[in-house]
Antibody
């Protein structure tokens, strides 16, 4: 079955860096678009970034553009989110998500359990 | 950016009753609309996509309808496990955007 397991969360100081990982299993990772979605404490869902199946195309929410970088290693079935210069407002649970199906228009069919990032000095 | 607006923010319903949740998009999303359920401490779960198609394993008491800019999620007879927060999301345009959520609570 599809499994997505995030790791790498924790407390990070503003302006420092943190890298999140998402280990995928149970499907052909290299065939699917992958996303990061976050949820601030007590708030709603906020899409962060997307990467194409082969890593050639990436797209970011305006709130993280220029600071965060999404990447993937298809040989390791792993998705990454490099968080540079984080701010207090980036504090959230970060979920990785997989498109439901291969194709241009697809909802988030599968989610990891999330990893909490707290930006604080 | 397409803004998704859900109503009401909170819905108080008794077990066994019907619940109707609404979602409005600021422009047409061409039925590329999904509904998710989220319980405390858990990741969201896909319920409905394509505005009206139930995801695998989702009970028939969940149904979706709508088109263009107006969408509805109906839970025909609420069970105890259905009390949760529900989000709509459009996947027609980038960036993908979510509504702010509707909390379905026990009356």
């Amino acid at each position: 079955q599809v499994q997505l397991v995030e790791s790498g969360g924790g407390v990070v100081q503003p302006g420092r860096s943190l890298r999140l990982s998402c280990a995928a299993s149970g499907f052909t990772f290299s065939s699917y678009v992958m996303h990061w979605v976050r949820q601030a404490p007590g708030k709603g869902l906020d899409w962060v970034a997307v990467i194409s199946y082969d890593g050639s195309n990436k797209y970011y929410a305006d709130s993280v553009k220029g600071r965060f970088t999404i990447s993937r290693d298809n040989s390791k079935n792993t998705l990454y989110l490099q968080m540079n210069s984080p701010r207090a407002e980036d504090t959230a649970v970060y979920y990785c998500g997989r498109d439901l199906a291969v194709g241009a228009m697809s909802p988030f069919g599968y989610w990891g359990q999330g990893t909490l990032v707290t930006v604080s000095s | 950016e397409i803004v998704m607006t859900q109503s009401p923010a909170t819905l108080s319903v008794s077990p066994g009753e019907r619940a109707t949740l609404s979602c409005r998009a600021s422009q047409s999303v061409s039925s590329n609309l999904a509904w998710y359920q989220q319980k405390p401490g858990q990741a969201p779960r896909l319920l409905i996509y394509g505005a009206s198609t139930r995801a695998t394993g989702i009970p028939a008491r969940f149904s979706g309808s709508g088109s263009g800019t107006e969408y509805t999620l109906t839970i025909s007879s609420l069970q105890s496990e259905d009390f949760a927060v529900y989000y709509c999301q459009q996947y027609n345009n980038w960036p993908r955007t979510f509504g702010q959520g509707t909390k379905v609570e026990i009356k």
